[in-house]
Nanobody, 127 residues
Framework: QVQLAESGGGSVQAGGSLRLSCAAS????????MGWVRQSPVREREWVAALSKDGTADYADSVKGRFTVSKDNATNTLYLQMNSLKPEDTAMYYCAAELAPPDLCRDWVERGRLNNWGQGTPVTVSS
């Protein structure tokens, strides 16, 4: 089973940028569908981005054009580059992983069907 640990969260002003990292151990990321999901006290859990094991990326409409998901198989790390941040991006951000087929990865992330989760990293965007 893969273990995940997020880092890189923090507080920024609107319009700023952050890069989140998710370090994996136990198994290589190349085997997994990976996702970023966020949750705040005032909003339901929301999928942010999905990255299939073959490298196909998908994004929620709310972050499309501002966020970029990527991975480095050599260091077993998943990233989320977040630009043009808005106050509504404030949330706890989690990375997650599952052995999903590439054509189902986005669906599984969107539906919360990933079973391996990190502890989360907080992001606060002030106006």
């Amino acid at each position: 089973q893969v273990q995940l640990a997020e880092s890189g969260g923090g507080s920024v002003q609107a319009g700023g940028s952050l890069r989140l990292s998710c370090a994996a151990s136990g198994y290589g990321l190349s085997r997994y569908c990976m996702g970023w999901v966020r949750q705040s006290p005032v909003r339901e859990r929301e999928w942010v981005a999905a990255l299939s094991k073959d490298g196909t990326a998908d994004y929620a409409d709310s972050v499309k054009g501002r966020f970029t998901v990527s991975k480095d198989n050599a260091t077993n790390t998943l990233y989320l580059q977040m630009n043009s941040l808005k106050p509504e991006d404030t949330a706890m951000y989690y990375c997650a992983a599952e052995l999903a087929p590439p054509d189902l990865c986005r669906d599984w992330v969107e539906r919360g069907r990933l079973n391996n989760w990190g502890q989360g990293t907080p992001v606060t965007v002030s106006s």
